[in-house]
Nanobody
Framework: QVQLVESGGGLVQVGGSLRLSCAASGRTFSIYRMAWFRQAPGKEREFVAA????????YYADSVKGRFTISRDNVKSTVYLQMNSLKPEDTAVYYC???????????WGQGTQVTVSS
């Protein structure tokens, strides 16, 4: 089992920045990947970015490439999502998820709201 706690959401103006944090606890030694997803009202949950623990490789959705950066603090078992140049279409609930040992994203945080106002 892994528990995930997200923080850092809020209200920001267009072009602004926010940094989300996701702290993992429990079986963190089994983490294979951690990722961020988001879900906007009336839309399906979508992938945003992922960080692979073994080699620090990162992956991004096309919609956020060049604006968002995922990183981690290995000691704290925490992953961050730095979001710059925010757009109204980035408004969503952002969820952190973890994949243990390559079994898929089975553990999810409670979500944090990000609202970008124009």
């Amino acid at each position: 089992q892994v528990q995930l706690v997200e923080s850092g959401g809020g209200l920001v103006q267009v072009g602004g920045s926010l940094r989300l944090s996701c702290a993992a606890s429990g079986r963190t030694f089994s983490i294979y990947r951690m990722a961020w997803f988001r879900q906007a009202p009336g839309k399906e949950r979508e992938f945003v970015a992922a960080f692979r623990w073994s080699d620090s490789d990162t992956y991004y959705a096309d919609s956020v490439k060049g604006r968002f950066t995922i990183s981690r603090d290995n000691v704290k078992s925490t992953v961050y999502l730095q979001m710059n140049s925010l757009k109204p279409e980035d408004t969503a609930v952002y969820y952190c998820a973890t994949d243990l040992s390559g079994a898929g994203y089975r553990y999810w945080g409670q979500g944090t709201q990000v609202t970008v106002s124009s």
